[in-house]
């Protein structure tokens, strides 16, 4: 007891301790986002919130929350399909889940579907390709938008692949589904190109701490420049598959910099018929969603996200 306040100092120096975080993982922090890590990592010792993602083959947005207001629960708008619970519930209280109505995604993954295929018409017959798609959830979004798209769905892990399968029969909906490595098109891709690709790559999940929060612990150091590795080789794999015009979505849920704008930086420098679309104004400035409150967010509390749109120039 006498010696508590020196004690307290000393911890409260220490940015492991202080911080409840590997010190690589808050240096790391520090030197990508100077401006924003200690809100990062404050925002990571809290709980997630419970975000729903309406299906609008069903429902509105308002007509599905008067449904939990029926039921008494409270909910919050955010994007374009989503609503923020006031207390998380088990899934299967919620009005029609086993029928597709909603499913569980976080408001910053949702942005993923839309932001591919904007401005493209959706009763067109896309052929679109979902890269590293398991779980499902942004397959099944991918169909909600476009249920006349032709989706191929793919994982490398085959029990994976089957809950994809499950989720796309809770929803109604259908698409291909395979078993295989993105990164090596030659054992699975047909030849016929695709209008557009959905990349969300391996990562450290450095964005979804606090809904795994051993990941901080389990992680190295060295983790992030491996993966980085593995985002690019799927990147240049996967880039030739294109159609000129097409446009493929790089994803991570990753607030490391070495996994999002190096990478993608990187892959401009190599591929000239690359172009980057400019980020969709203050929804997630620089490409990049840092799971951070801002005033007016549209996405209100989310995960950490990074997204790039690439376009395959015409010629």
Known sequence: MRE?????????????????HPRWWVERLQADHPLHWQQLLEVAQKPAPMTLRVNRLHHTVPAYQQQLASIGVGAQAV???????????????????????VSVQDAAAQVAAPLLLQGMENAKPWRILDACAAPGGKTGHLLELYPNAHVLALDVDASRCERIHQNLQ???LQAEVLAADAGQPAKWWDGQAFDAILLDAPCTASGIVRRHPDVRWLRRPTDSGQ???TQTALL??????????????????????????????AFLQSNTNALLHPSPGHLIPGQVSIGLPVEDNPLGEHDGFYYALLEKRLG
């Open 79 to 101: 994007g374009a399909q989503g609503l923020q619970l006031t207390r998380a519930m088990p899934v299967h209280q919620l009005p029609g889940f086993s029928e597709g109505h």
């Open 170 to 172: 809770r929803l109604g």
């Open 4 to 20: 508590r306040e020196a004690l307290v100092k000393q911890t409260d120096d220490d940015l492991q301790a202080r911080w409840n």
């Open 227 to 229: 993966l980085a590795k």
């Open 236 to 265: 240049k794999a996967l880039w030739p598959l294109l159609v000129p015009g097409g446009r493929l979505l790089y994803c991570t849920c990753s607030v490391f910099k070495a996994e999002g704008d190096e990478t993608v930086q």
